[in-house]
Nanobody
């Protein structure tokens, strides 16, 4: 089956760090962009970060620039989101996806697949 599975979520105190992992199976991971999205209670889902398949270039939404780092290991079919200096505003369910089109505003992107992880909760407490 084609799937993405997130891990590494949990509770962290304000100012702390956490790294999320996204493990892929059932498709050719290295051919596709990988994005991280999040949805906080009562809020719309937002794109957090994306790493492109073709050149490894990255995108970050303004609120996480300088704090979050996205990376990928194509040999292991795993993508990561390193998060530092976390605050309560980062509390959300985080999802990984093989489709960054909506985040990048590029709907002609061929390096996309409509596959999403199940979501993993990150809770940041003050």
């Amino acid at each position: 089956q084609v799937q993405l599975v997130e891990s590494g979520g949990g509770w962290v105190q304000s100012g702390g760090s956490l790294t999320l992992s996204c493990a892929a199976s059932g498709f050719s991971f290295h051919y596709y962009d990988i994005g991280w999205f999040r949805q906080a209670p009562g809020k719309e889902r937002e794109g957090v970060s994306c790493i492109r398949s073709r050149d490894g270039s990255t995108y970050y939404t303004d609120s996480v620039k300088g704090r979050f780092t996205i990376s990928r290991d194509n040999a292991k079919s795993v993508a990561y989101l390193q998060m530092t200096n976390l605050g309560p505003e980062d509390t959300a369910v985080y999802y990984c996806s093989a489709d960054c089109s909506s985040m990048l505003g590029d709907y002609l992107d061929t390096d996309s697949l409509d596959v999403w992880g199940q979501g993993i909760l990150v809770t940041v407490s003050s």
